[in-house]
């Protein structure tokens, strides 16, 4: 069974409309993350939530929001979908370490959105 | 802010042996990772450097300097399967994760 789930994992939506993905994780750990992965860029982070009610703002949170209303998921939402918002998007969580310092962050399958 | 660069692409022969090499510049430094990536698949957790020095895990080893703010990741006895793109990232003050846009790795035979 995996560890960390996104679902769909494909989606194809048109501009203008509201979707969500949701992402949930068996792993206990408190911290989650939602990125987004577009070719020759690499993986920018959207928001991320160290606990439950926690959000905070990535590098590219504009016309995106979060929830996180159970430690066990974290969903991303586009209000207004729209084209330059095509891309594979990546949930993670990690661990604080239990105190060792190092977080490692474990990803979803990944989510691959296309928007008309 | 931080800013990672790391090389687009890379080709080796099977067998062999690859560096990949990432320099980075960084607000405050809590580890750096390698993770690598199949094409259309989610990264998978490779290995991480909090000190300077090298880290050996099998086939794959990671080195880090922190005072020149650069780490490569070094692959040895290279498999078809390992053609794959490799992110190194950074854990700055915030604990957060910066990547780097990936090192495509290709493997010839």
């Known amino acids: 069974d995996a560890d960390v789930t996104q679902t769909p994992r494909n989606r194809i939506t048109k501009t203008g409309k509201r979707i969500m993905l949701e992402c949930s994780q068996t792993k206990g750990h408190d911290r989650m993350y939602w990125y987004r992965q577009d070719p020759g860029l690499g993986l920018r982070l959207i928001y991320y939530?160290?606990?439950?009610?926690?959000?905070n703002k990535g590098e590219i949170s504009d016309g995106y929001s979060v929830s996180r209303q159970a430690q066990a998921k974290f969903s991303l939402s586009l209000e207004s979908a729209i084209p330059n918002q095509t891309a594979l998007y990546f949930c993670a969580t990690s661990d604080p370490g239990r105190g060792q310092g190092v977080e490692t962050q474990y990803f979803g399958p990944g989510t691959r959105l296309l928007v008309l | 802010g931080q800013n990672i660069d790391q090389p687009t692409e890379m080709t080796a022969t099977e067998g062999a042996i690859v560096q990949i090499n990432c320099t980075y510049q960084?607000?405050?430094?809590?580890?750096l990772f390698w993770y690598q990536q199949h094409a259309g698949e989610a990264p998978t957790f490779l290995s991480y450097?909090?000190?300077?020095g090298l880290e050996e895990k099998g086939r794959f080893s990671s080195f880090l300097s922190r005072s020149k703010g650069y780490s490569y990741l070094l692959l040895k006895e290279l498999q078809m399967k390992d053609s794959a793109s490799y992110l190194c990232a950074v854990s700055g003050s915030a604990r957060q994760l910066t990547f780097g846009s990936g090192t495509q790795l290709t493997v010839l035979p």
């Open positions: 960084t607000s405050g430094f809590n580890g």
């Open positions: 939530s160290f606990d439950v009610k926690d959000i």
């Open positions: 450097n909090v000190l300077d």
